[in-house]
């Protein structure tokens, strides 16, 4: 008995020894024997164009391939991943030692266009992956997808990146009739993208169920606007007329700043922080925050953002919405002190283009505090468009006050409503002084002394029990409908008789709110990134019923 005991632990320890050994290690140069079995015997990244394409293709499934720190000559390389689960996921991960990392380095310059190439491609259907560590300077991207996409299940983490034209690019490769098939489950967590001339991070063709947490994109401003046009955060759906959409988005503080572009005397400036197109919905920000855009802070045409904690400051357009249907929900964000650096249209705190509800957001010292759009816009459009403020703090002009009362589908209660040109015995962030308008983050200066947590944006909304607040903002009747959060039978529902959906691909409003509830899947996950496992954020109950709220009180009671 003892024996067999013997053996069998030998034979554990045999196939604990042969799994650590399937891990590779490479540096610059390489070491010992070459054969990659450790840092003493690391595989040379200089001896063969396709060292490190070569690497990752012998990697089983579960295998890292470890890069030192040193200097890398960026070149293009594709990998193809073929996990079936978690313990499948095959990883590139660059070592951090004393702040030194792997960096890989080009000659792609900001004039250089599309010339160039990307440092990783990943091959279409990849699965179970995980690119973590690098740096990256000098390269027209880091990771795109081999066209059609349909990659999923990758994890992207703590890459420094800067000197790029389109960084992080995914593609879904979705079909209307086949959405499922788009590129899914992906998050990409702690990476920043500094000096780009197009987009920091870039989702199209029916992308879904995408986390985007702790990402920097800073454009650099003026200086990289070399072709058109800057964007950090761009979720573009599907082509028109496609039946693609992106969908089931995620930022968790996530900021974006400096995206510019000069289209000329009179025309219309660009350059956005957040962007998403039409042919996208379930969209969620929460604790994000845009600066110094030339356009738009959040310029979205999604169907049903909802926003949470957000922060815009010296945008052109802090926010800008244009859905009907249902529309955009806010809650505890702040647009302050917009401004127009060039062309044509106003600068404004929040730009309404459809149907829009604030609740305890603050939009002050911007030219415009609130824009109804009217440009353009026929009766019939007009009649679609609403504007609710809920324990608000604006600033507005006597006459823009009487614009926006007298307009038919706005309504502003239980808010406040301040004049222009700072507030007396107020936070620094009412002053209308240079220092307010320089703030780089908000901290606490937007939290209103005279109104504190009641009413408008507070720094404390992180802290604040918001299960309560959701589930006040929820009408019960609505809550308790035909579909209680339950994905699998709000399609049942859709594809039955008693809802009926021309277009497989177009989510009903029902599905959109069951949906948006599946956010609480991650909830345990997000929770343990943050480190706050007691937070009320952590509660997955709180996650259904803030998903519930963005589509049934946007969609009910701004009506």
Known sequence: MT?????????????????????????????????????????????????????????????????????YEARPVTFKADGTDAASRRTLRGEIKDGKRAVFTGTWGKNDQNKGFALITLASGSTWWAIEGLAVRNCRGVIDTQAPGRVAHGRIANLQMEGIRDAIVISGGATATQPEIGSHDIVISDCSVLHYTKRGYRFRDGCYDIRLERCLADAGGKEWATEAFHMGFCISGGAADSGVSDHDFTFIDCVARNNYWDAGEGKYWQGDGFCAEGRTYNLTFIGCEAYDNGDGGWDVKSANPLLIGCVALRNKKNFRFWADEPGVLLVRCLGAYAIKRGGNSDETGIWVGGKTRAVQCTFIENDRSIDMNDYHVTPEKRARMGLDLQGCIVTLSEEQQKALEAFPTAVIRDSV????????????????????????????????????????????WRQEDLLASARALVDAEHAAGVCSGDLTECRRLRDSDEIACADRAAATVLERDAARALAAAHAAEVARLRGDAASPWSSPVLWAVVGLAAGIVVGVLVD
């Open 3 to 71: 024996d067999r005991y013997s053996v069998t632990a030998l034979l554990v320890l045999c196939c604990w020894a042969h799994l650590a050994s399937a891990d590779l290690y490479m540096t610059p140069k390489g070491a010992g024997s070459l054969d990659g079995s450790s840092w003493e015997n690391a595989l040379s990244y200089e001896a063969s164009p396709t060292s490190l394409e070569t690497a990752w293709g012998k990697l089983p499934p579960g295998a890292t391939c470890h890069l030192g720190v040193g200097d």
């Open 417 to 460: 409503i301040w004049r222009p040109k700072g507030q007396t015995g107020e936070a620094l962030g009412f002053s209308a002084s240079e220092e307010a308008k320089q703030l780089a983050r908000p901290g606490q200066a937007f939290d209103s002394l005279g109104q504190g947590p009641a009413k408008g944006y507070h720094s404390s």
